[in-house]
Antibody
Framework: QVHLVQSGAEVKKPGSSVKVSCKTS????????LAWVRQAPGQGLEWVGG????????SYPQKFHGRVTITADKSTSTTYMELRNLRSDDTAMYYC??????????WGQGTLVTVSS | DIQMTQSPSSLTASLGDRVTITCRAS??????LNWYQQKPGRAPTLLIY???SLQTGVPSRFSGIGYGTEFTLTITNLQPEDFASYYC?????????FGQGTRVEI
């Protein structure tokens, strides 16, 4: 049984950075893609970026270029998402998700990131 | 980026109803279209992938169809646990993009 377990909630100041982790158990991450999706309060889902650990090269939407970095540690089956220069509109629930083929079939429980002065 | 447009943004239905949600892509995505269900306070769950393939464990009252730019998700015989939000997502090209969501309410 595959489980994705994310790190705990974070409260950050504007301009700072946050790094959220997602550990996969019950399976290897080598052969799958991993993505990060966020959801602002009361809003829809937004793709933050993804990585295929076997290949190592991440992909990000233009909107986040330069502010987000997604990495994967194959030895610990853990994926990380770092978001820099935080703004108040980055306040959201951040989910990691595993891609089986092209769809996200397993999701983490979510990590609430609050950006507030 | 490919824009995904869902309609309606919300709908009101009753138990036993048949409900249809539409998702349109701004360009052809073949059948690279997935549907997710999300209940309040929970992570999304996969319902349908590749436009029409039912994810393991999902009830057969959920079905999907479509190719190219137009897709539909249908729920027949609406059950209490189906009242939730539904999102389409294209997996044809990076960046992945989601529809804005459809809330199904009683």
């Amino acid at each position: 049984q595959v489980h994705l377990v994310q790190s705990g909630a974070e409260v950050k100041k504007p301009g700072s950075s946050v790094k959220v982790s997602c550990k996969t158990s019950g399976g290897t991450i080598n052969s799958y893609g991993l993505a990060w999706v966020r959801q602002a309060p009361g809003q829809g889902l937004e793709w933050v970026g993804g990585i295929i650990p076997m290949f190592g090269k991440p992909s990000y939407p233009q909107k986040f270029h330069g502010r987000v970095t997604i990495t994967a540690d194959k030895s610990t089956s853990t994926t990380y998402m770092e978001l820099r220069n935080l703004r108040s509109d980055d306040t959201a629930m951040y989910y990691c998700a595993r891609a089986s083929r092209c769809e996200y079939d397993h999701w983490g429980q979510g990590t609430l990131v609050t950006v507030s002065s | 980026d490919i824009q995904m447009t869902q309609s309606p943004s919300s709908l009101t239905a009753s138990l036993g109803d048949r409900v249809t949600i539409t998702c349109r892509a701004s360009q052809s995505i073949d059948n690279f279209l997935n549907w997710y269900q999300q209940k309040p306070g929970r992570a999304p769950t996969l319902l349908i992938y590749s436009s029409s393939s039912l994810q393991t464990g999902v009830p057969s009252r959920f079905s999907g169809i479509g190719y190219g730019t137009e897709f539909t998700l249908t729920i027949t015989n609406l059950q209490p646990e189906d009242f939730a939000s539904y999102y389409c997502q294209q997996s044809y090209i990076m960046p992945r993009t989601f529809g804005q969501g459809t809330r199904v309410e009683i």
